[in-house]
């Protein structure tokens, strides 16, 4: 059974994310994308554009010291531009760390990533972690 293009895609953005790559997760994105972070926490808000989008994901790294780990566990497609990824979060940040699932709610638009909707499993735990001094 083949994977569906969009899925396709996606898991390549985990892997480039993964290995920090941002010049190929910049080439899945159009330039207006936006990755919306729920919660109230120093990541958190709507990333627009691809420069903040990236953005972003440097400083979930440099919070984290390179501890941030998001292990794809599945990646669902409707075949009309809308896609769910699930992954397992793993990170330390001073004297906290955290493990939670989480989601991602991508949609894509010829083969660009153009918005995705970031899901917690505990927000409230989210923010405690992104909140905490490190």
Known sequence: MAEHPDSALVRRGYEAFGKGDWDTLAS?????VVHHVPGDN???GHHKGRDKVLELYGKVGELTHGTYRADLR????????HVMAFHRTFAERGDRGIEMNNGLFFTIVGGKITDVDECVQDIDESDAFWNAVA
Request: hydrophobic share 45%; no cysteine; aromatic share 0%.
């Open 74 to 81: 599945t990646v669902a497609a409707d075949g009309r531009g």
């Open 28 to 32: 899945m994105m159009t330039a207006d």
């Open 42 to 44: 120093p990541i958190s």
